[in-house]
């Protein structure tokens, strides 16, 4: 009988990436269906546990990137998000084409993503955690490792750093802003949860994420109740990273509520997921000589709701389709490598920029003026504000409130 061995960690590849969420392996399975050798590893021992997500995504994300959800990675399917006012009385359904989506089982959709890597001819290590990189003067040349308490190095052409909110890697490669600041990061917690009421006043949630807005139990965020099953779900809290510690404070908070607290009256928690989220601008640079960093590494993290599974799956598909070409191409400086930058600006930008400004407006709203607009805006409004058209919007909520002008102007000019 022929004796197994554990695939060992060769001494070069064309690319090297560190993580294995849904931005590297999405970089691994893309470089790797264009003939470049791969290495991805990753430092946890099973790929997507523990997990620290809300696990909202939505359909087009799924769609956009060619990926065939497994039946098990599917905790809900999702037909539109409702958001509450902070008097925990009004509230808008928003049910549109972006609204569609899923509540995943990350430890089950990280790892299948992972395992389409490893289709595509991507080599995985897991266990393996990369604590520095290899420079040449100022390019990237390859990585040091640990894998399974043994030290390693390995070199690649191109080495991608997409190791998370935690990143160290692309300030290590010397990246100077790969770390958020306080300001520019949020803190969500949550607890996965059963014997949740997803019904209210006769009315069926299930199919809904709900968001809950109120400086007095998120501020500077909002809470949230994502589905999981028929009486399941996350129950959260996001909040602005001054106020992190206090996370747990401010969940028992709200759960407690007149309006909210009946719906955990009998809920007992089964998990206990928290982690923080950068939700300022993307890093300056996405690429030095032979490095790229992709994902919420790279704060590619929407500024609203801290969704970033959907940008890191596209910012990995780009990066790694360009690093393939670039290596196919023998040229792997930052110039070269820099075409994904654009790529992703092209296709990114114009949105996300905008998310940045609202980001900034719904910071200055208070939970008075949260409560006028959530209780006056119908849904031709919010298709208005999805599309990006804010004028007619903020026009309608000034008529009623006109001391938010200074506020609101700033996204009649976007
Ligand atoms: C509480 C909370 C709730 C959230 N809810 C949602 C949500 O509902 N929807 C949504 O879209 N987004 C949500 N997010 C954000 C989302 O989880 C991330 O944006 C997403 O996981 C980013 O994917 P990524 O591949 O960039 O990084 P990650 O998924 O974080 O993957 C990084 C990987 O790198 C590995 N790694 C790190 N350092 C090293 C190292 N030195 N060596 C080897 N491996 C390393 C880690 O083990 C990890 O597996 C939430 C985040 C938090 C904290």
Known sequence: ?????????KNEYDIVIVGA???GSLAAREASKRGASVLMIDRRKELGAPVRCGEGLG???VTNMGIKLSPQAISANINGARVIAPNLKDDIIIKTPETKGFVLDRKVFDKDLAKDAGRAGAEIAVKCEAYDVIKEGSAVKGIKYIFNGKKGEVKAKVVIAADGAESVIARLA???????TLYDTDYGFEYEM??????????DYSDLIEIFFGREWAPRGYNWIFP???????????????????????????????GVKHRFAKAVPVAYKGGAI??????????MDGF??????AHQVDPIHGGGIGLAMNAGRIAGTVAAECVKDGKTNAPALNKYKEQWYNEEWKKFSKRLMLRKVLEKLSDDDLNHIISNLDQKDIDLTLAGDFKPVVQKVLLKRPQLLKVLTVLVNL
């Open 278 to 287: 950068p939700v300022g601008a993307p890093v300056k640079e996405f690429v």
């Open 292 to 297: 790229m960093v992709v994902g919420t590494a």
């Open 59 to 61: 359909l087009k994300h």
């Open 228 to 258: 999981k099953g028929p009486d399941s779900a996350n129950v959260g809290v996001g909040i602005g990273g001054l106020e992190a510690p206090n996370a747990i404070h401010y969940l028992h908070k709200w759960m407690s509520a007149d």
């Open 174 to 180: 010397g990246m100077r802003d790969a770390t958020s």
């Open 194 to 203: 059963v014997n949740v009421k997803l019904q209210d006043n006769g009315q």
């Open 21 to 23: 969420g849904p931005a």
């Open 1 to 9: 009988m022929e004796k197994y061995d554990l695939p060992l960690i």
